[in-house]
């Protein structure tokens, strides 16, 4: 039950559910008029047409809605014309299906584009002689389909996917945040190179995951375009409290380039296991508690932490005056010192982007 909860509160979740019974509601009041009010002969050329325009963004609503009323206006054309003047024949309907699927190809219809070739099946399979008077009313249901279906995606919750993108976001900072406080961790006491493996196989699978947020972000811009919920939003003064919208493009930017030293970071302890000599304690022991608060900032950006930058400069100058330090180590002690002033400025960046998200 509780992984049930867990799914049921996922926005992907809500925001399917919501995709399914929208297409249905279409679908459904769209094959309604076409019985009691248009009398259609063939009832489902309206629903299908509104089922083929119900997608997951107003805007995209919008584009395949006017695809798939050009595909299937050529579509009902190409039928009337080969059952006109050919006939309905084995040939002639493989003639139809030929020409509709060429006319998929075309650019500005792509995505709608074998609407043609299914808006034939329909019409040249459903009995061509009772249909051949009706051209109109066919393109009259096509309309009615897309009209319908562009209507209920506009007003009926049109989607927005910035807590889908806010997620992504946030998943990634979580797991920067644990393979910083494991490295703390691993690296006050001992560590082995397989940790430091398991580390960077981490920020590996890190990265396919911004992948996909990035995928994430997009849409969620998209489904901004054209719809109303965020146009009503900003009238209503949902905008952030810092001025300006949150740019999520921004901010993966940022957790790429902290995924990267993250990474840099990890190859760096694991060619540290082979390094002759011991390490100095006082380094080790500032070095992982400045480490540690990194990974609790970024993971939780609540969290009541020093300032991480300062503290790394002040580790960084006090080792540098100290003449008991072996210079073969400072190259080391520098990679360490210098990814981790990297990731401190991402730690700010978290912190300010979750702040103007929740603002």
Same mark, same amino acid.
């Given at each position: 039950?509780? *992984?049930?909860?867990? %799914?049921? *509160?996922?926005?992907?979740?809500?925001?399917?559910?919501?995709?399914?019974?929208?297409?249905?509601?279409?679908?459904?009041?769209?094959?309604?008029?076409? @019985?009691? @009010?248009?009398?259609?002969?063939?009832?489902?050329?309206?629903?299908?047409?509104?089922?083929?325009?119900? !997608?997951?963004?107003?805007?995209?609503?919008?584009?395949?809605?006017?695809?798939?009323? %050009?595909?299937?206006? @050529?579509?009902?054309?190409?039928?009337?014309?080969?059952?006109? $003047?050919?006939?309905?024949?084995?040939?002639?309907?493989?003639?139809?299906?030929?020409?509709?699927?060429?006319?998929?190809?075309?650019?500005? #219809?792509?995505?709608?584009?074998?609407?043609?070739?299914?808006?034939?099946?329909?019409?040249?399979?459903?009995?061509?002689?009772?249909?051949?008077?009706?051209?109109? &009313?066919?393109?009259?249901?096509?309309?009615?389909?897309?009209? #319908?279906?562009?209507?209920? /995606?506009?007003?009926?919750?049109?989607?927005?996917?910035?807590?889908?993108?806010? *997620? $992504?976001?946030?998943?990634? /900072?979580?797991?920067?945040?644990?393979?910083?406080?494991?490295?703390?961790?691993?690296?006050?006491?001992?560590?082995?190179?397989?940790?430091?493996?398991?580390?960077? *196989?981490?920020?590996?699978?890190?990265?396919?995951?911004?992948?996909?947020?990035?995928?994430?972000?997009?849409?969620?811009?998209?489904?901004?375009?054209?719809?109303?919920? $965020?146009?009503?939003?900003?009238?209503?003064?949902?905008?952030?409290?810092?001025?300006?919208?949150?740019?999520?493009?921004?901010?993966?930017?940022?957790?790429?380039?902290? @995924?990267? !030293?993250?990474? !840099?970071?990890?190859?760096?302890? !694991?060619?540290?296991?082979?390094?002759?000599?011991?390490?100095?304690?006082?380094?080790?022991? =500032?070095?992982?508690?400045?480490?540690?608060?990194?990974?609790?900032?970024?993971?939780?950006?609540?969290?009541?932490?020093?300032?991480?930058?300062? =503290?790394?400069?002040?580790?960084?100058?006090?080792?540098?005056? &100290?003449?008991?330090?072996?210079?073969?180590?400072?190259?080391? $002690?520098?990679?360490?010192?210098?990814?981790?002033?990297?990731?401190?400025?991402?730690?700010?960046?978290?912190?300010?982007?979750?702040?103007?998200?929740?603002?």
């Amino acid at each position: 039950m509780n *992984r049930v909860r867990e %799914v049921v *509160r996922r926005p992907e979740f809500t925001t399917d559910l919501l995709q399914i019974v929208k297409s249905v509601v279409a679908a459904t009041l769209a094959w309604w008029i076409s @019985i009691k @009010i248009l009398s259609s002969p063939l009832p489902f050329l309206s629903p299908w047409t509104a089922l083929l325009t119900v !997608h997951a963004t107003v805007h995209r609503s919008l584009s395949r809605g006017m695809q798939t009323t %050009v595909a299937s206006t @050529i579509g009902v054309g190409l039928s009337f014309v080969i059952g006109a $003047y050919l006939g309905v024949s084995v040939w002639t309907f493989a003639l139809a299906l030929f020409v509709g699927l060429a006319g998929a190809r075309i650019s500005w #219809i792509r995505d709608e584009g074998v609407a043609i070739a299914t808006t034939a099946i329909f019409i040249l399979g459903s009995g061509f002689e009772q249909q051949q008077p009706l051209l109109l &009313d066919r393109l009259i249901e096509v309309g009615v389909g897309v009209v #319908i279906g562009v209507a209920v /995606n506009l007003l009926f919750i049109p989607p927005l996917r910035d807590q889908q993108a806010a *997620r $992504y976001v946030d998943s990634i /900072n979580r797991r920067m945040g644990d393979v910083l406080v494991d490295m703390a961790d691993e690296f006050c006491s001992s560590w082995e190179t397989d940790q430091a493996d398991a580390w960077r *196989r981490e920020t590996e699978s890190m990265s396919d995951e911004l992948a996909t947020a990035w995928q994430s972000v997009r849409f969620a811009r998209e489904s901004r375009r054209a719809n109303p919920r $965020y146009r009503l939003g900003l009238r209503r003064g949902s905008r952030q409290a810092t001025g300006r919208d949150v740019s999520y493009e921004e901010i993966l930017t940022r957790v790429d380039e902290g @995924i990267s !030293h993250l990474r !840099h970071l990890a190859r760096t302890l !694991h060619e540290a296991a082979y390094a002759e000599g011991a390490w100095d304690e006082r380094f080790r022991e =500032r070095w992982t508690d400045i480490v540690g608060d990194a990974g609790r900032a970024i993971a939780d950006p609540d969290a009541d932490v020093e300032p991480v930058r300062d =503290r790394l400069t002040a580790l960084a100058r006090q080792m540098s005056d &100290d003449a008991d330090l072996p210079q073969e180590t400072w190259p080391l $002690y520098g990679s360490l010192l210098t990814s981790m002033q990297h990731i401190a400025v991402i730690v700010d960046d978290v912190a300010s982007d979750r702040e103007a998200r929740e603002g």
